[in-house]
């Protein structure tokens, strides 16, 4: 069983078009992320959700709009999609846990390659 | 603001031997956790090791280490005996605290693609 599985792991759209990925984890998980990694492999935090409720917001464009239904699930939907969106995003997911001895890391998705042409 | 700085955009190293891939890391936060992820070329991030903040003994996984000198603020990964399949972008990341209360975020430095030869 996969523990992070995001779909689709590829999508090629047109400028202007609207796309949703979609995130399932079945670790468990409290929180989950989304992340991208531009053409150079930097790796940025786009949102982070703990249990359904949005707790990371970094400077992101409102054209991209995380949902999370329940706490095993995040997508992400992109309107209006730009050129400077090709990237690849990577969801994420951990426990977030006051316990200082055990190691509360992240694990990732296989990523998703958005293309925009 | 948290930090997370490697200087080694490339590095090359025979099959067998040892490597380092260098990280420093800045932050005023006393509790705070490390990670090294390894990317290969088909894209997925994986986990290699880890390093809390108030850990004593330095971190180990098979043939992975982590080298930290908490006082120079470094956290060195140690790959030793090269293998052909360690060829792949590495990645070091601090998060801001690794018993949770905080964001729990986790931010990443710019990566070390590192080739062995045979």
């Known amino acids: 069983d996969t523990a992070v599985s995001q779909t689709p792991k590829y999508l090629v759209t047109q400028m202007g078009n609207d796309k949703s990925i979609k995130c399932e984890q079945n670790?468990?998980?409290?929180?989950m992320y989304w992340y991208k990694q531009d053409s150079k492999k930097f790796l940025k935090i786009m949102f982070s959700?703990?249990?359904?409720?949005?707790?990371i917001n970094e400077t992101v464009p409102n054209r991209f709009s995380p949902k999370s239904p329940d706490k095993a699930h995040l997508n992400l939907h992109i309107n209006s999609l730009e050129l400077g969106d090709s990237a690849v995003y990577f969801c994420?997911?951990?426990?977030?846990?006051?316990?200082?001895?055990?190691?509360?890391?992240?694990?990732f998705g296989s990523g998703t390659r958005l293309t925009v042409v | 603001a948290q930090k997370i700085t490697q200087t080694q955009p490339g590095m090359f190293v025979q099959e067998k031997e040892a490597v380092t891939l260098d990280c420093t890391y800045d932050?005023?936060?006393?509790?705070?956790?490390l990670f090294w992820y390894k990317q290969p070329s088909s894209g997925e991030m994986i986990f290699l090791i880890y390093?809390?903040?108030?850990?004593?003994q330095n971190a180990t996984e098979g043939r992975y280490s982590l080298n930290f000198q908490k006082a120079r603020k470094s956290a060195n990964l140690v790959i030793s005996a090269s293998q052909l399949g360690d060829s792949a972008m590495y990645f070091c990341?601090?998060?801001?605290?690794?018993?949770?209360?905080?964001?729990?975020?986790?931010?990443f430095g710019t990566g070390t693609l590192l080739a062995v030869q045979p």
């Open positions: 390093q809390g903040s108030y850990d004593q």
């Open positions: 932050t005023s936060d006393p509790s705070y956790g």
């Open positions: 990341a601090m998060r801001e605290s690794p018993y949770g209360g905080a964001t729990n975020k986790l931010i």
């Open positions: 670790l468990g998980h409290d929180t």
């Open positions: 959700y703990n249990n359904k409720e949005l707790i």
């Open positions: 994420a997911s951990s426990q977030r846990s006051r316990d200082r001895d055990r190691n509360y890391g992240y694990t």
